[in-house]
T-cell receptor, first 110, second 115 residues
């Protein structure tokens, strides 16, 4: 059983569309992170959340601690948003055992 | 700051050979993490150092893997002997606090292919 589940696994969108990627987790956490990985590239930390909502440019991340669920939204999607988006959680009381989702591969078509 | 620097970017080696991956964390960061990423298993934490001391190596797959951090500006991950199943992208990351919650920066990764 995976402690972190992401959906969808693959997503193709037309440029300009509103995109939502979901993350559910089954453990108590101190924080949740959204990471972005471009093809062949490194990993960039987009957001760290412990409650509520954060916004950075066209990216919005929300978290519902009670429901153990987080969403990453991309407004007015662009081909340069094409990447793998990874949800990761820092569980409470486990030192540095981090759990990762397997990622959502997003392709935005012009 | 140049960020977290990993070398080499790509490594192709034959089964049985020793492989050494290198990482230079961001100056001032006192925590360093080694990760492995594969298609099958995604990102996995291998080992975590705090102030150059290994804190948690429970993710290291087996005795063939070893990691060292001789000083605050350098760490190595060694695989000896390497096997084809070790083929993956290995990421190093550093942070300014004792855990992943305090600012986190990944290196560009080393793509390892063992043939």
């Amino acid at each position: 059983k995976n402690e972190v589940e992401q959906s969808p696994q693959n997503l193709t969108a037309q440029e300009g569309e509103f995109i939502t990627i979901n993350c559910s987790y089954s453990v108590g956490i101190s924080a949740l992170h959204w990471l972005q990985q471009h093809p062949g590239g490194g990993i960039v930390s987009l957001f760290m959340l412990s409650s509520g909502k954060k916004k950075h440019g066209r990216l919005i991340a929300t978290i519902n601690i009670q429901e153990k669920h987080s969403s990453l939204h991309i407004t007015a999607s662009h081909p340069r948003d094409s990447a793998v988006y990874i949800c990761a959680v820092s569980p409470t009381n486990t030192g540095n055992q981090f759990y990762f989702g397997t990622g959502t591969s997003l392709t935005v078509i012009p | 700051d140049a960020g977290v620097i990993q070398s080499p970017r790509h490594e192709v080696t034959e089964m049985g050979q020793e492989v050494t991956l290198r990482c230079k964390p961001i100056s001032g960061h006192n925590s360093l993490f080694w990760y492995r990423q594969t298609m099958m298993r995604g990102l996995e934490l291998l080992i975590y150092f705090n102030n150059n001391v290994p804190i948690d190596d429970s993710g290291m797959p087996e005795d063939r893997f070893s990691a060292k951090m001789p000083n605050a500006s350098f760490s190595t991950l060694k695989i000896q002997p390497s096997e084809p199943r070790d083929s993956a992208v290995y990421f190093c990351a550093s942070s300014s606090g004792g855990s992943w919650n305090y600012g986190y920066t990944f290196g560009s990764g080393t793509r390892l292919t063992v043939v």
